[in-house]
């Protein structure tokens, strides 16, 4: 796997080995970074479900100032820790080793808000749900924060009052779907 565009193109980055961890694709990152593009220079950008750290370090790469990476399983945060070596970028990087929903509480209650939040949670289950809803009770965006969320294709679409989706595209068995905070724009 390796950085796709930006300042550190080409660089190749550690995958943690076994299934527990499920690397966002070169094309899929590339569709959301061409996506993106004019939003991510400046900006501050959280990768919850982190793993290897790929999504977040393409950010920085491409010009966010402050990335904060959250993981909770310990050979993914061994793995992210050592990307962000071999990519130089410790000094703007935070690597929150907890489970997302406590995170999302914790950053809430500090007042840390953020203009990318990518979410990429195991498919199984319902992490996906139950965070857009904890981000609606406890907000960690602003009014023109873009939230991306990773799935399988056919996970339907999550909905909560403050949390609107404008967008989905699909790669594969992969969907992309981006909320804003707010009132639906699209």
């Not at 939003?39 to 402050?66: P, Q």
């Not at 509480?105 to 840390?112: G, I, P, V």
């Not at 609606?136 to 294709?153: D, G, L, R």
């Amino acid at each position: 796997m390796r950085i796709i565009g930006g300042a550190l193109k080409n660089i190749q980055l550690k995958t943690p080995l076994g299934f527990q961890v499920r690397p966002t694709s070169e094309k899929v990152r590339e569709a959301l970074f061409n996506i993106l593009r004019d939003t991510i220079e400046g900006s501050r950008f959280l990768d919850l479900y982190a793993g290897s750290g790929a999504v977040g370090i393409e950010a920085a790469s491409r010009g966010a100032t402050k990335v904060t990476f959250v993981e909770e399983k310990s050979s993914a945060i061994k793995v992210l820790r050592s990307n962000l070596q071999i990519c130089h970028l410790q000094h703007m990087a935070t690597v929150i080793h907890f489970d997302v929903i406590g995170t999302v509480r914790t950053l809430n209650n500090r007042q840390l808000f953020f203009d990318h939040i990518f979410l990429d949670p195991p498919y199984e289950g319902e992490h996906l749900a139950t965070c857009l809803q904890l981000m609606s009770k406890y907000p960690i965006m602003t009014n023109n924060s873009i939230i991306i969320c990773q799935s399988f294709y056919k996970t339907p679409l999550v909905k909560t009052e403050c949390i609107k989706p404008y967008r989905q595209d699909k790669y594969g068995e992969t969907m992309l779907s981006f909320y804003r905070w707010g009132e639906a724009t699209g």
